[in-house]
DNA sequence: GCCTCTTCTC
């Protein structure tokens, strides 16, 4: 039954947009038909693989067949696999490629370190930081500020701060960035005093302020709606010759926007280009967050008409604002329209544009698109969350397709996503409240054993 | 091929 229903689905997929899911693939397997003799065998054909499970046997074939892997083998098969969150097989990888001894470079393990952190997992991103000096690699004070970031991004400031302390036995002088970590975790729990002394702390040690560090304190001020320090911030950056730039003007406009200012917002916009510095597209963004946010969608339409003008090519956020708001407002038919259009202008959706349009469709009942859509996103390798899944699942059955939400719940099985318990309620209301294939749906759910 | 800090979307 799944087979089929997948199978149908496939077909949908295909009719969602044939440009997005076929291209991909043929790019990839011209470019490598172009270069497969400079190539490595073992990293062209990972490179074909849909399945990352196949990946680590592909790996073991090449080396039973007396391949000797070399770093190159080892990077990509280890992004490959930590991109797909097979964060055991990464493990496995990694003592081998210890024990081999391979010459490997340091972004490799900071690339680590951040896949772990994405997955919330800082302990297992601290653990290889501490075992970089087992591997052939040089770690420098970019691994060490990587890793003060993943533990700060990952809400453990303390262990930062710990981390941050040792650094001298550690054999690092921490810099900027190393400060402006610490600011940074100091500002996200509200310690805006102790981000200050941590400011002079920098000027003391004689390590030097720099435009991040300002837009870490401006945004905050910004957001807190005090913008008049956070004039006087920007003041005090031009004094000591650090020029504000495009992050620094979008949080004073969101600032003027928060305030409820958003004529002033627009101006600075206008004004920042005489001032020296370019408009971006976070600028653009934040006024069009604001006209969504407040229901005047067409509003935000004609400032995409304005960075088009101006020859700025619209990037996926600005696109998944405008979605958002068009489903926000019950409008997903539009938003999908957006959708296609964005990927004709050669702009490939996110993880992000995904979960906003499967959940606008679930919202106006559009299962069967946003389960098709549902489909492109698991081709593409994005991962999804539970939300995503469950409002799929909980609609397909209720508009009577039970094929569909088995092929869903298989796929939540795959990636160990489970359906939460409200859902799971409406589900068997569902199933009870009707005879429609009940039988062959709790079969199929006592051997999916969720 | 993914290489440290600020930024708009869930």
Sequence with gaps: MIFRAAKTINRNANRFHPHHVNNPQSKT???????????IPFVAELKQLQDPKQALSLFNDYTQRSFKHHYPSYAALLYKLARSRSFHDVETVLDRMQRSNTHCKES??????QHFGKSNLPEKATELFHRMNKFNCSRTLQSFNAILNVLVDCDRFEEAHDVFLRSRDMGFRPNTVSFNVMIKGLLGKGEFGKACNVFDEMLQRKVQPSVVTYNSLIGFLCRKGDLDNAMALL???????????????????EGLCYMEKFDEAKKLLFDMAYRGCKPRLVNFSVLMNDLGRRGRIEEAKSVLHEMKKRRIKPDVVVYNILINYLCKEGRAAEAYKMLVEMQIGGCEPNAVTYRIMVGG???????ELGLSILNAMLIS?????????????????SSGNVDGACFVLEEMKKRSVELDMESWETIVKCACGEDKGVSELITELASLSI
């Excluded at 397997?29 to 190539?39: D, G, P, T």
């Excluded at 490799?108 to 370190?113: C, D, E, K, R, Y």
């Design 29 to 39: 397997a011209s470019s490598n038909l172009h270069k497969r003799r400079k190539v």
């Design 108 to 113: 490799l393990f900071i690339a680590l370190f």
């Design 235 to 253: 003041e005090d950056m031009n004094k000591k010759k650090k020029y504000a730039n495009a992050v620094t003007y979008a949080h004073l406009m």
């Design 361 to 367: 469709l679930c919202k106006v009942g559009d299962y």
């Design 381 to 397: 390798g994005h991962c999804l969350r539970r939300e995503t899944f469950s409002c799929l699942v909980v609609g397909l059955l």
